[in-house]
């Protein structure tokens, strides 16, 4: 089971090298970064990193832009690959996916740290012939207070409805990928209307494993208005307005 990662990408210069560290050290076969038309340093990141052969080069090529040291004796991933694409994360992951020859496709953010056993839960959880695909638990880097308590009513709220948000960490059967059509080329949103249709189609697995997100969406707006916000999108959602006209209402905090 070949297993890519795919990680969409806009002005991510201060999240990217981190992550990227992190992934490449997991044994996953393919990291794939689609850009959406950076202006800072992402791209030249990836590009400095993704013809460096596997091994110990790699490896240190990518602690020298993390200020990161490791003893994880694992095997690092072979350079990222960087591809451009027009922006838009649903754009980008489907032109992520659509590079890839891998039998499994996990979409990451770029503020998104996956857990050491990410490839192994992912396999144990695919090794039921009905499990189309999943998504990890989420924790913020900040995790208490309010921050503690809203990570795992996201947890909770997506175990009961198997309706998850992109930073879960969505991982989906290529096969399964394809006959969904992919992500719909929506501004926002993209990840609900994905696994609401993903789990018409066979199991989805609520990985416990959890991934470690960024809290600067919630900083940068305050915690209860980032709240009242997000429901506030999914309830209009749900009630059928448009992605197109929610995004007049919906600031990205990268």
């Known amino acids: 089971m070949k297993i890519a990662v ?40 990836v590009r400095s990193l993704g013809h460096e052969a596997r091994g110990a080069r790699h490896e240190t090529k990518i602690k ?37 020859q891998a039998d499994v496709m996990l979409f990451l953010h770029a503020d998104t ?10 396999e144990r959880a695919l090794d039921d012939p009905a499990c189309v695909g ?18 795992r009513l996201i947890s909770l709220r997506s175990r009961w409805s198997s309706i998850a948000t992109g930073d879960q960490a969505l991982f989906v059967r290529h096969e399964v990928f394809a006959q969904l059509g992919g992500f719909t080329d ?11 249709r993903l789990k018409r189609a066979g199991r989805v697995a609520p990985l416990r494993a959890h991934v ?24 209009l959602y749900w009630l059928d307005v448009h992605p197109n006209r929610l995004k007049n209402l919906y600031t990205s905090a990268r």
């Open 6 to 45: 795919i990680i969409p990408t806009l002005n991510e210069e201060q999240a990217l090298p981190d992550t990227l560290a992190r992934t490449a050290r997991l044994g996953f076969d393919e990291i794939i970064v689609v850009d959406g038309g950076s202006s800072d340093r992402t791209i030249s990141i």
């Open 64 to 100: 020298s832009l993390t200020q990161e040291s490791s003893a994880d004796p694992r095997p690092v991933a072979r350079g990222p690959r960087l591809l451009v694409a027009p922006v838009g994360r649903a754009r980008q992951m489907n032109a992520g996916a659509a590079a890839s």
């Open 113 to 122: 740290h996956l857990p050491d056993e990410a490839r192994q839960a992912i």
């Open 134 to 151: 999943g998504r990890f638990d989420v924790r913020f880097e900040r995790d208490r207070g309010l921050a503690w308590l809203i990570a």
């Open 186 to 196: 929506i501004p926002i949103m993209e990840d609900v209307d994905f696994t609401r």
């Open 212 to 235: 470690v997100t960024s809290y600067r969406r919630w900083n940068r707006h305050g915690t209860l208005r980032t709240i009242v916000l997000m429901w506030a999108l999914r309830l």
